[in-house]
Nanobody, 120 residues
Framework: QVQLVESGGGLVQAGDSLRLSCAASGDTFSNYKMAWFRQGPGKEREFVASINWSGTSTYYADSVKGRFTISRDNAKNTVYLQMSSLNPEDTALYYC?????????????WGQGTQVTVSS
């Protein structure tokens, strides 16, 4: 099993940038496909971005495409979410998630989340 701990959230102004990190431990990091999700106030949790085990394939929600970049460093057991041109609609609790690569299952490992608040 893998344990995930997010960091890097905070309060920023519209137009600012922020980088989230998710540190993994407990298993071989490169065995896992990684993703970021978020849940805004009063909203359902939604997918943000994902990255395959090697970092060669990424996928983004339309709402963040062109503004957010997901990446990973398997040597550091860490996945990142670089966020730019933030707007108040990006305010949410951001979660890191993992699932074993090559499986069709849902993401089954989750961090505790890190809060991102964007003021207008």
């Amino acid at each position: 099993q893998v344990q995930l701990v997010e960091s890097g959230g905070g309060l920023v102004q519209a137009g600012d940038s922020l980088r989230l990190s998710c540190a993994a431990s407990g298993d071989t990091f490169s065995n896992y496909k990684m993703a970021w999700f978020r849940q805004g106030p009063g909203k359902e949790r939604e997918f943000v971005a994902s990255i395959n085990w090697s970092g060669t394939s990424t996928y983004y929600a339309d709402s963040v495409k062109g503004r957010f970049t997901i990446s990973r460093d398997n040597a550091k057991n860490t996945v990142y979410l670089q966020m730019s041109s933030l707007n108040p609609e990006d305010t949410a609790l951001y979660y890191c998630a993992a699932k074993t690569s090559g499986t069709a299952t849902a993401y089954n490992y989750w961090g505790q989340g890190t809060q991102v608040t964007v003021s207008s």
